[in-house]
């Protein structure tokens, strides 16, 4: 069965500092792979999502960023934290584009 | 416009009646749906998708999809306490999932 792995389940950081989330996917090979983050009290922010190894696409401008550097590996970054980018990040995999995501446990980030 | 749109309540139903869910998206081209629940503090837990116009049933749970109206709904029968959380509801367009803000569920034993 597939299970889709996310660390650190929470975080705090200092404004400035460098972040580095990461996801791995198991049983399954080549996955649709997610970041979505969500604001205290708001929805589901698609932020990046990849169809690929090395195929990655943004939704939104940010001091964020991705990678996907093996197939069932996806790393979301910044080099320096804004207080804004606090929030629950969560990876996320699908077979396709049609059928059905699921999520990993989250990742609370706190920026200090 | 945003892509999915829910009406973020709160809804409160008391214990054993139905609670109705509702979603529109904007994206004609879109072709999967799907209903999501979130106990706070957790990531979302698929409850059920749906593909095709009409109803579909799993257990408590009923999805309905009507493309004309650009309608989605999630049905919950038989309301338990541990059904209270927020629902989110998703759609599928240009290879991504968008979701509504979610609408939270308070079911009162």
């Known amino acids: 069965s597939q299970t889709i792995h996310q660390w650190p389940a929470t975080l705090v950081q200092p404004v400035g500092s460098p972040l580095s989330l990461e996801c791995t996917v198991e049983g399954t090979s080549n996955p649709n792979l997610y970041w979505y983050r969500q604001a205290a009290g708001r929805g589901l922010q698609l932020l990046f999502y990849?169809?690929?190894?090395?195929?990655i696409s943004s939704e939104v401008p940010q001091n964020l960023s991705a990678s996907r550097p093996q197939d069932r590996q996806f790393i979301l970054s910044s080099k320096k934290l804004l207080l804004s980018d606090s929030g629950f990040y969560l990876c996320?995999?699908?077979?396709?584009?049609?059928?059905?995501?699921?999520f990993g446990q989250g990742t609370r980030l706190t920026v200090v | 416009q945003k892509e999915v749109e829910q009406n973020s309540g709160p809804l409160s139903v008391p214990e054993g009646a139905i609670a109705s869910l509702n979603c529109t998206y904007s994206?004609?081209?879109?072709?999967?749906f799907f209903w999501y629940r979130q106990y706070s503090g957790k990531s979302p837990e698929l409850i059920m998708f749906?593909?095709?116009?009409g109803d579909k049933e799993d257990g408590r749970f009923t999805a309905q999809l009507n493309k004309a109206s650009q309608y989605v709904s999630l049905l919950i029968r038989d309301s338990q306490p541990s059904d209270s959380a927020t629902y989110l509801c998703a759609a599928e367009a240009r290879n991504q999932f968008y979701f509504g803000t979610g609408t939270s569920l308070t079911v009162i034993p």
């Open positions: 749906i593909y095709s116009n």
């Open positions: 990849s169809v690929g190894i090395g195929q």
């Open positions: 996320a995999w699908s077979v396709d584009q049609n059928t059905e995501a699921f």
């Open positions: 994206d004609r081209g879109s072709q999967s």
